[in-house]
Nanobody, 124 residues
Framework: QVQLVESGGGLVQAGGSLRLACAAS???????MGWFRQAPGKEREFVAV????????YYADSVKGRFTISRDNAKNTVYLQMNSLKPEDTAVYYC??????????????????WGQGTQVTVSS
């Protein structure tokens, strides 16, 4: 069983930065890890994904060039560095892991474990 706990969310002004962390319990070093977000009244959307080795990453077009996903398998932790934040980045951010061997899934259905989420609010 895998448990994921996100941290690092908060309130930041537009143009600012935050770094989210997702700490995993259980063996996730061989799993793809992703970040998703969900704003009020909207569907959960893909943000970024990283393969188990860290060698493959994909980003949503809306965050490309501003967000960076990384992982430290020795610490069972995945990070999302968010720079140049915009009010439209406001959402609950979730990390997820895929234990089924996919390289880098980009849809919620590609993941079988989810964290509880951390709120990110960007003020204008």
């Amino acid at each position: 069983q895998v448990q994921l706990v996100e941290s690092g969310g908060g309130l930041v002004q537009a143009g600012g930065s935050l770094r989210l962390a997702c700490a995993a319990s259980g063996a996730t070093s061989s799993y793809a890890m992703g970040w998703f977000r969900q704003a009020p009244g909207k569907e959960r959307e893909f943000v970024a994904v990283i393969s188990w080795s860290g060698g493959t990453t994909y980003y949503a077009d809306s965050v490309k060039g501003r967000f960076t996903i990384s992982r430290d398998n020795a610490k069972n932790t995945v990070y999302l560095q968010m720079n140049s934040l915009k009010p439209e980045d406001t959402a609950v951010y979730y990390c997820a892991s895929d234990s089924r061997g996919r390289i880098a899934p980009m849809t919620p259905r590609g993941y079988d474990y989810w964290g509880q989420g951390t709120q990110v609010t960007v003020s204008s």
